[in-house]
C-alpha cells in the first residue's frame, strides 16, 4: 500500500509563510536606566502573557565609560497580578529570579494576565544602564493559526504544520542569540573606543611633556654656553 506524498505547493506555501513570518518578526528592545535617586527600589515592565505562551530574551548591564567593572542586577519575573487592594497578593508568586551582570531567561506563563518584570540593585545601589530584550513568542501562535486553514483539508500536511512551528521557534532563538550578540560587539566595540581616547590622551600627555623636558634642555645648554666667565 502506497503512502500519499504531501503536494509540493502546499509545503512550498508552508515554508514560504514561515520565512516572512519570521523577517518581520521582531523583538521588543529597550536601555533601561536604574537610577537610586530616582528609583529607589527597582524599575518594572508589565506584560500580558497568555496561558503557556513563552516568553524569552535577555539583559546586560552596560559598563560605565572609563569603568570596566560591572555591577550585577535582581531581576524578577512575577505575576499574574491580581485586582486587590493587598499589595503582597496583587504582585502574585515569583517566578522567575537571576542575579547577574548579564544572563538569557526563558520564562513560560502558567495562566493568563499581567507579569511583571523587574530591574532592582543587587549590591550596591548605585546608577546602572542595562540592555533588555525579550520576545513573546506570539508570532509562533499566529503562523500556527495560519497554517490551520491550509491543512484542514489535508490531513497529511499536518506533520509539515508542526514542523513549521518547531522551525519558527528555533529561529527565534537564533534572532535572540543574534541580537544579544550584536549587543555584546556594540559594547565591546563601546569600551575599546574609551580605552583608544584614554591611550591617545595619555600619549599626547607624555609627548607635550618630553617636548618640554626638550626644551627646556635646549634652553638650559644654550644658557650655559652663553655664560662668559672672567678670567
Known amino acids: ?28 528592545a529597550w536601555v533601561v536606566k536604574l ?54 497578593r496583587s504582585q502574585g508568586a515569583q517566578l522567575v529570579h537571576k542575579r547577574e551582570s548579564s544572563a538569557p531567561f ?32 506570539k508570532v509562533e501562535e499566529e503562523l500556527s493559526e495560519l497554517l490551520e486553514d491550509v491543512v484542514k483539508h489535508d490531513k497529511h500536511l499536518e506533520p509539515l504544520r508542526l514542523r513549521a512551528v518547531s522551525i519558527m521557534h528555533e529561529l527565534r532563538n537564533a534572532q535572540m542569540a543574534q541580537l544579544r550578540m550584536k549587543e555584546r560587539i556594540r559594547q565591546n566595540l563601546r569600551m575599546l573606543r574609551a580605552r583608544q581616547q584614554r591611550v591617545a590622551w595619555a600619549t599626547l600627555l607624555e609627548l607635550m611633556v618630553v617636548v618640554a623636558v626638550s626644551v627646556l634642555d635646549v634652553v638650559f645648554v644654550k644658557r650655559k654656553f652663553d655664560t662668559r666667565r672672567p678670567f
Open 106 to 137: 526563558v520564562f513560560q506563563a502558567p495562566a493568563s494576565g499581567v507579569y511583571e518584570l523587574c530591574f532592582g540593585y543587587a549590591e550596591e545601589k548605585r546608577a546602572r544602564q542595562i540592555s533588555f530584550s525579550y520576545e513573546f513568542g
Open 35 to 88: 537610577d537610586p535617586e530616582v528609583d529607589p527600589h527597582s524599575v518594572c515592565f508589565l506584560a500580558d502573557v497568555g496561558a503557556g505562551r513563552e516568553l524569552q530574551g535577555f539583559f546586560e548591564v552596560i559598563p560605565d565609560e572609563g569603568d570596566e567593572s560591572v555591577l550585577p542586577v535582581d531581576f524578577a519575573i512575577s505575576g499574574p497580578i491580581v485586582d486587590t487592594k493587598d499589595e503582597a
Open 1 to 28: 500500500m502506497r503512502h500519499r506524498r504531501p503536494p509540493a505547493f502546499p509545503a512550498l506555501l508552508i515554508l514560504l509563510l514561515t520565512i516572512t513570518v519570521t523577517m518581520f518578526s521582531r523583538a521588543a
